[in-house]
T-cell receptor, first 111, second 113 residues
């Protein structure tokens, strides 16, 4: 099946630092979504992107839909301890109803 | 709305037993998805429904797995007989239509011993 390459696999940062992670594919996607998963919970939607070039913010989180439609990135500014978790990108290709997920970026924030 | 509701949250069963996982999607959502999450393979789509009709079950690993959606507010994923390699977290998700975001339940952690 279609693969989404998400990087980095893991990040260890200090509280207050900014974080950036991205997702790439060899194919074009019409929708990019970013989710966060806490231990023992299901993924929770953070940001949804539907148009190439779109830049959307949700509090300290900002995500962009790449202009080539083959990538997306997520930035977290001024990280705090509760940002700890696994962040997943997900994408949907045109004409498809399936949502494909990246392998996730595990974020650790040291206070 | 309470969101997507899954039950049970945890299930421990012996190899060979039948396991049934349950899901109640968000009211008004036309799409329902079943995913399996493991460390090795991440989140894998098993099957999805549109208006209670199974559309694509190509992700179902074996004939031991089956899923039904008898009405708009209920779906089941059944494994019979279960095997240790089926141990994983199973998620149900629903979306309003084909182009919008999917919302996930809290998952069922299945352990087959």
């Amino acid at each position: 099946g279609q693969q989404l390459n998400q990087s980095p696999q893991s990040m260890f940062i200090q509280e207050g630092e900014d974080v950036s992670m991205n997702c790439t594919s060899s194919s074009i996607f019409n929708t990019w979504l970013w989710y966060k998963q806490d231990p023992g919970e299901g993924p929770v939607l953070l940001i949804a992107l539907y148009k190439a070039g779109e830049l959307t913010s949700n509090g300290r989180l900002t995500a962009q839909f790449g202009i080539t439609r083959k990538d997306s990135f997520l930035n977290i500014s001024a990280s705090i301890p509760s940002d700890v978790g696994i962040y997943f990108c997900a994408g949907r290709q045109g004409g498809s109803e399936k949502l494909v997920f990246g392998k996730g970026t595990k974020l650790t924030v040291n206070p | 709305d309470a969101g997507v509701i899954q039950s049970p949250r945890h299930e421990v069963t012996e190899m060979g037993q039948e396991v049934t996982l349950r899901c109640k999607p968000i009211s008004g959502h036309d799409y329902l998805f079943w995913y399996r999450q493991t460390m090795m393979r991440g989140l894998e789509l098993l099957i999805y429904f549109n208006n209670n009709v199974p559309i694509d079950d190509s992700g179902m690993p074996e004939d031991r797995f089956s899923a039904k959606m008898p009405n708009a507010s209920f779906s089941t994923l059944k494994i019979q007989p279960s095997e240790p390699r089926d141990s994983a977290v199973y998620f149900c998700a629903s979306s309003f239509d084909r182009d919008t975001e999917a919302f996930f339940g809290q998952g069922t952690r299945l352990t087959v011993v």
